[in-house]
T-cell receptor, first 114, second 112 residues
């Protein structure tokens, strides 16, 4: 299965600022996914990022707040813009598995907005 | 609406006893079903998945899951629990080419 390097692992940010999260995959993948896990809750899909096209956002998530880049088949970034304390969550990227494997997840970015 | 339910927020088991973590789903068609585990301050680790075929799926760390189409359930099981199995477990379904829908998670606590 693919290996994902996600950075940063955690950060504490001031409200009103932005944070960019990076995910690097050790193999080429067509689709990458970004999820949010709010404190004590489950994971919710933010958007699907395909190389060469705009990301597709789920209901409740907008590009102005969560812009995504996908410059090539191994890399993607998610920016959390104009942050507020409500954005404090764990953000994870994911790529599809192959064969008997499931989707692979990055180790997550634990964001705290103060 | 499509959904996944894990009816138990927490499951407590004594070490050496069998464990079951329940999952039911409401998704149209024939979804793929997954179990993931999340240890504190770590990402999600894949345990197993069901696509088609044998209703009993064997996965990592001695876990297995039983698919029941008539009950739309996919319960996670292990014959003998270990203290190190204590973690947060998520059931998930994939019905739209990659869009995973997760249950709310079940905290498994295994006591010595």
């Amino acid at each position: 299965s693919a290996v994902i390097s996600q950075k940063p692992s955690r950060d504490i940010c001031q409200r009103g600022t932005s944070l960019t999260i990076q995910c690097q995959v050790d193999s080429q993948v067509t689709m990458m996914f970004w999820y949010r896990q709010q404190p004590g809750q489950s994971l919710t899909l933010i958007a699907t990022a395909n190389q060469g096209s705009e990301a597709t956002y789920e209901s409740g998530f907008v590009i102005d707040k969560f812009p995504i880049s996908r410059p090539n088949l191994t890399f993607s970034t998610l920016t959390v813009s104009n942050m507020s304390p409500e954005d404090s969550s764990i953000y994870l990227c994911s790529v599809p598995g192959t064969g008997v494997d499931g989707y692979t997840f990055g180790s997550g970015t634990r964001l705290t907005v103060v | 609406a499509q959904s996944v339910a894990q009816p138990e927020d927490q499951v407590n088991v004594a070490e050496g006893n069998p464990l079951t973590v329940k999952c039911t789903y409401s998704v149209s068609g024939n979804p793929y079903l997954f179990w993931y585990v999340q240890y504190p301050n770590r990402g999600l680790q894949f345990l197993l998945k069901y696509i088609t075929g044998d209703n009993l799926v064997k996965g990592s760390y001695g876990f297995e899951a039983e698919f029941n189409k008539s009950q739309t359930s996919f319960h996670l099981k292990k014959p003998s629990a270990l203290v190190s199995d204590s973690a947060l477990y998520f059931c998930a379904v994939d019905n739209q080419g990659g869009k995973l829908i997760f249950g709310q998670g079940t905290e498994l606590s295994v006591k010595p």
